[in-house]
């Protein structure tokens, strides 16, 4: 379950008449618990309680009571020998009428009115496998507004098909924007009277919903027709209290949809929330899952954390401005200054969704501006930090309109807490009429023309804040000159993933800067236009990326024409789990990556908590090294050469698993004659085992008189004619066969392209000839113990890591890239016997153990201490063959490995190798 499911499901509940003998299983339940968990406690076969409560080990003791004894019943469960002996994490006491609860590990508590308690799901998300950050867990408010607008949503859609075609649906996307700035403006008295657009709905619409939408059209009337022409405009007296609103978020057709009795039950539900609470940081990015059809199944899922944002706001710039704060102190003047600065300093975000970074900057500002203002004795004054210097660019409509609303309900909050609620609403309304986020593709843009430099105009202009064609922006900046910050979360899509449309969009922003941008992240046609913007008009830019832009083929084909001699890493951070809402995190691995022009400022990178100070960064992320590895086809060092594994092209008609295998030889025992063992990457790891045919040509006769080999050879054969392939179409005449043959006979070294970065080594597996090593893994064939000690090592994993590059959380191995480059020192006879030697050493410890697989015996935790040890003394005697002594650390071996590297190859070239 994600976090809307579960605050749904918590809400249902409270709603219901409180049974306290069925609570604990139904609030479990709410959390996720399988009925067959349910079960199992209800008969008291998994319930620890002590109390007569319900304890489930590791989670939470729950005990229900009589009325008014709930502080009393959580002080028993807390004390329970029971609680300590389960692990519990919370303990929850209520009887119906008031509830107190406890997280055991933090202790931070919640006390409220039983009827509220799903105000407060956050405080138990852990329950579900959720883990989340305060923030997170803050947000209440933010995922029930959201679960509610989601059924609005999809009811309305019910009911009004027309409007989810692609022709109305930017009305729909539309008519919820304008529904959110109203539940908030009721909220927060930008409208006068108690909760005046939900109550006059719910007094004015009849409540089998036939007008609904005639007096929400009426009200939307009223908010885009200015005071003084309200007279001709025949407004009825109760639309008439609603303010002129302006902005364009009102103005063209004020058609609502038609509201079914369910939609308008929903409708009045929303309203009653309180929208004062509500949080523009996140709420953007789950308002808009509403409104898209692929992002609503997974409703809830998909946060930007506010931590993860300030990874890339702080260093960008809002450290300096708290840094500047800092060393002014009370100094008038140089506070002074500092404002004059933060006045002029514009944040740019070309793929800003709906607005987080947007709206955090400007928030983390007027933080710092309110801080000055104390400090100068002038907390009356406005803010001079304008709202339009926060642009943006958005390829899709809503989220424009979002980001829009959400930058406006941040600044009149900053105001409410800095100046007071009448000041802000003096200010409030009529919304101004200026553009600043662009709908359009940021990559056919000209960024220039939208966050145009110092002294120069914008070139493309808006009437309206909501209503013009929205690829049209902008309007001037306010404060002229100043810095420019570019930020964001782009897109990433890798090459596969890539529609023909979005291939073209790469090639335009790249304008041949690289030779071809076939193999490219769409990532990266953000870091070329941004790279392009920076080197000509200064400032700085940073962007979450997926980490492959700096792992693999791509460091040496991209950041030569990213960087150049102009640019440098100011700051990143590595490899790091981007966070969400899910109990299931999706496994999205980012790295944050910010550059500006050279400069004698020391860099930074930031790691699991660490700072590193640098004179530079380098491609790969590495401190102090830019040396760029590019894929070899030779090794370059004295290693046996690795060749991919033997591909089938076959659609499974010449492989076999074990069942399979055992009946074909049990009817056909001259079969397996013409079979072998088949090893994959997963196969390897997991112990797993296949078979295959393998026949040479001069058996294929005696082979086809087998019915089940013939019958396959068959099915080999019409799938390869099946192809859209040239090449695979002739392989039909050779449907026998694999459709790549690398096999060789002898003993080999199987290693798998993928394999978890959990392990503390790269797995491999020693094979005989009997055995075909299959395409998903990589094949050394002629294999020498030095070279699998070699490869079994740490400095070689790390050198992989870096590299080769990573899909999602697992190591990618290539041997182009991986193998054929590692740098190796010169090994004497002594050398390769002691690396032999160490070789022997691991298989033995790996025999002593059979038949535990390489994933139960590189399990991080759980390796057993005679293969710990046999790698350690390996990893020892490697090491002091490059440098007399252990490496200290990983950045030690990346260091002296890049050296080397950069030796071999600067020789390989004047060798014209």
């Known amino acids: 379950m994600n976090a809307v499911e579960i605050e749904e499901a918590i809400s249902a509940l409270a709603e219901q008449p409180f049974n306290a003998a069925e609570y604990p299983y139904a609030f479990l339940e709410a959390f996720g618990n399988k009925k067959t968990t349910i079960k199992r406690l209800r008969s008291g076969t998994s319930n620890k309680s002590d109390l007569g409560g319900v304890l489930q080990t590791s989670n939470i003791h729950i005990k229900t009571c009589t009325e008014g ?52 799901f956050g405080f138990f998300l852990s329950l579900a496998g959720i883990s989340t950050v305060q923030q997170i867990r803050e947000s209440s408010f933010d995922i029930r507004a959201t679960a509610r607008l989601n059924k609005l949503y999809v009811e309305l859609l019910k009911n009004n098909p027309d409007w989810g075609t692609a022709e109305r649906r930017s009305e729909m996307n539309h008519f919820i924007a304008r529904l959110i700035f109203c539940f908030f403006a009721e909220d927060t008295d930008i409208f006068t009277g108690d909760n005046l657009f939900t109550a006059t709905i719910d007094q004015m619409s009849a409540r089998d919903s036939s007008n609904t939408h005639e007096v929400i059209n009426e009200i939307f009337r009223a908010m885009n027709t200015e005071i003084k022409e309200r007279k001709g405009a025949n407004l009825p007296r109760w639309a008439d209290a609603f303010p002129y609103v302006n902005g364009g978020l009102f103005s063209g057709s004020t058609e609502a949809p038609q509201f079914s009795r369910i939609a308008r039950s929903f409708f009045l539900h929303i309203g009653n929330l309180d929208w004062q609470k509500i949080n ?68 740019f975000d070309p793929a800003c969704g709906s607005g987080n970074f947007l709206v955090i900057a400007y928030k983390e500002m007027r933080a710092i501006e309110f801080e000055i203002n104390q400090r100068r004795g002038e907390t009356h004054l406005g803010s001079e930090i304008p709202l339009t210097n926060f642009r943006g660019i958005e390829l899709r409509d809503f989220p424009a ?23 802000a609403l003096i200010e409030f309304l009529p919304l101004d009429s200026e553009n600043w986020i662009t709908c359009g593709n940021a990559l056919r843009l000209d960024w220039l023309s939208i ?57 335009a922003a790249f304008q041949g800067a690289i030779k071809s941008t076939k193999s490219a992240d769409y990532v990266s046609g953000w870091f070329i236009n941004a790279r392009r913007y920076v080197a000509e008009h200064g400032g700085l830019f940073a962007f979450v990326t997926t980490n492959s832009i700096c792992q693999g083929r791509q460091v040496a084909l991209f950041w030569p024409a990213f960087l150049r001699d102009d640019l440098e890493i100011r700051f990143a951070e590595p490899s790091f789990l981007w966070s969400n809402l899910a109990s299931k995190k999706a496994a999205v691995i980012v790295s944050i990556i910010g550059v500006g022009q050279k400069s004698n400022t020391p860099k930074k990178l930031f790691d699991a908590g660490h700072v590193l100070t640098a004179n530079y960064i380098g491609p790969y992320l590495v401190p102090d090294q830019d040396t760029i590895v590019a894929s070899s086809r030779k090794v370059l060092s004295d290693l046996t050469p690795m060749t991919n594994g033997s591909m089938p092209n ?78 695979t179409n002739a392989l039909a005449e050779t449907a026998h066969a694999f459709g790549e043959r690398r096999h060789r006979n002898g003993n080999a070294l199987l290693v798998p392209r993928h394999s978890s970065e959990n392990r503390p080594y790269l797995p491999s597996v020693l094979v005989n000839g009997l055995t075909v090593v299959g395409d998903s893994a990589i094949a050394m064939y002629g294999l020498r113990f030095c070279d699998f000690a070699i490869f079994s090592s740490r400095i070689h994993l790390v050198w992989a890591a870096t590299v080769c590059g990573k899909i999602k959380e697992d190591y990618r191995y290539s041997n182009t890239l991986g193998w054929n480059t590692f740098p190796v020192p010169k090994l004497t006879e002594k050398n390769k016997a002691d690396l032999t030697q160490c070789a022997e050493n691991i298989l033995l410890a790996r025999e002593a153990h059979f038949p535990a697989t390489i994933a139960d015996l590189y399990k991080p935790d759980a390796m057993p201490e005679n293969l710990h040890a046999a790698h350690a003394h390996n990893d020892e005697v490697l090491e002091r063959i490059y440098i007399g002594r252990r490496f200290k650390n990983d950045t030690e071996r990346l260091e002296k490995l890049f050296e080397m590297y950069t030796k071999m190859t600067t020789k390989a070239v004047a060798n014209g190798i």
């Open 69 to 120: 004894e709930v502080t009393k019943t959580l002080e028993a469960l807390k004390v329970s020998p029971a609680t300590t002996k389960a692990k519990a994490k919370f303990v929850l006491a209520t009887d119906g009428i008031d509830l107190e609860a406890e997280d055991l590990n933090s202790g931070e508590t919640i006390a409220c009115a039983y009827k509220d308690f799903p105000d407060h």
């Open 280 to 347: 523009p940081d996140i709420f953007g990015s789950m308002i808009q899952a509403v409104a898209d059809d692929e992002e609503r199944g997974a409703l809830g899922m998909h946060y930007t954390s506010v931590p993860n944002i300030l990874k890339v706001l702080n260093p960008l710039f809002l450290d300096d401005l708290r840094r500047q704060l800092e060393e002014a102190g009370d100094n008038a003047r140089k506070l002074l200054n500092l404002r004059k600065r933060m006045a002029k300093i514009r944040v």
């Open 401 to 423: 309109e979002i980001a829009r609303l959400a930058l406006i309900i941040a600044e009149y909050q900053c105001d409410v807490n800095y100046r007071g609620q009448k000041e």
């Open 451 to 507: 966050c145009p430099p110092t002294e120069t105009s914008v070139r493309h202009r808006a009437e309206d804040l909501f209503a013009t064609p929205l690829d049209q922006a902008e309007i001037d900046f306010e404060n002229e000159g100043g810095e420019t910050y570019i930020c964001g979360n782009p897109p990433y899509l890798g090459s596969q993933d890539q529609t023909p449309e979005q291939k073209r969009d790469l090639e």
């Open 650 to 727: 076959d659609n499974g008609g010449l492989l076999f698993n074990v069942e399979e295998y055992r009946d074909l030889v049990s009817e056909s025992p001259e079969a397996a004659s013409f079979c072998r063992k088949f090893l994959g990457s997963n196969d390897s790891i997991q112990g797993d085992m296949r078979y295959c045919l393998w026949i040479v040509d001069d058996s294929l006769e005696a082979a086809k008189k087998i019915p089940e080999i013939e019958r396959r050879i068959d099915v080999v054969r019409k799938h390869r004619l099946k192809s859209d392939r040239a090449e």
